[in-house]
Every structure is written in structure tokens, then in C-alpha cells.
């Protein structure tokens, strides 16, 4: 069982930045692709960012070159960049850990653009 807890998330004005973290309870956390999601009112969970235990990295369109997700194995710990914010990246941002047919997800953390 891998425990995620996310946090940095907050409210932020239009243009703005933030950085979201999630640390993991695992011992083998260099093994799992980690990804961030994010669920806004009335929508489905869509991906937003994920990078694998090689250090490969995709984007949903709607945040690349805004957005960058980043890990550190010795802290378990990923991470995600957010840059020149817009409203419509309001949402919850959950943090998902997988490997093989294994998944496990945070709690997720509240991130609000708005002026």
C-alpha cells in the first residue's frame, strides 16, 4: 500500500504560479509512474502531466508549456509547477502513483484561479 498526500494547493489570481507536491510513503518510490490528475466541477478526471521512473514526460495540451512536472526519488516526492495560471485550471489536483497493474491515488488538493 502506497499513501500519497499532496499539498500546495491554493487560490491564485489569472497569470499567477503555483507548486504542488506530493510525497509518497513508499520505500520503492523510484519504481512508480507518477502523474498528476485534476477533476473540475461536472468534468471527468483528466490527466494533466505524468513522468515515468525514467524521467520521461507528457503533457495534456491544454498545459504544455505552462506546466512542469518534476520528481525526486530521494525525497519521494513529485512534484508539479504551475505557471501563468488560468481560471479554467480551476480544479481538484489528485496525485496518482502506478506500476504494473498496481495504482494508488491521493486525497487531492483544491486549486482555485481567480481574481
Known amino acids: 500500500q502506497v499513501q500519497l498526500v499532496e499539498s500546495g494547493g491554493g487560490l491564485v489570481q489569472p497569470g499567477g504560479s503555483l507548486r504542488l507536491s506530493c510525497a509518497a510513503s513508499s520505500n520503492i518510490f523510484s519504481i512508480y509512474t507518477m502523474g498528476w490528475y485534476r477533476q473540475a466541477p461536472g468534468k471527468q478526471r483528466e490527466l494533466v502531466a505524468r513522468?515515468?521512473?525514467?524521467?520521461?514526460?507528457n503533457y495534456a495540451g491544454s498545459v504544455k508549456g505552462r506546466f512542469t512536472i518534476s520528481r525526486d526519488n530521494a525525497k519521494k516526492t513529485v512534484y508539479l509547477q504551475m505557471n501563468r495560471l488560468k481560471p479554467d485550471d480551476t480544479a481538484v489536483y489528485y496525485c496518482?502513483?502506478?506500476?504494473?497493474?498496481?495504482?494508488?491515488w491521493g486525497q487531492g488538493t483544491q486549486v482555485t484561479v481567480s481574481s
Open positions: 513522468i515515468t521512473n525514467g524521467g520521461t514526460t
Open positions: 496518482k502513483a502506478d506500476h504494473a497493474s498496481l495504482e494508488y
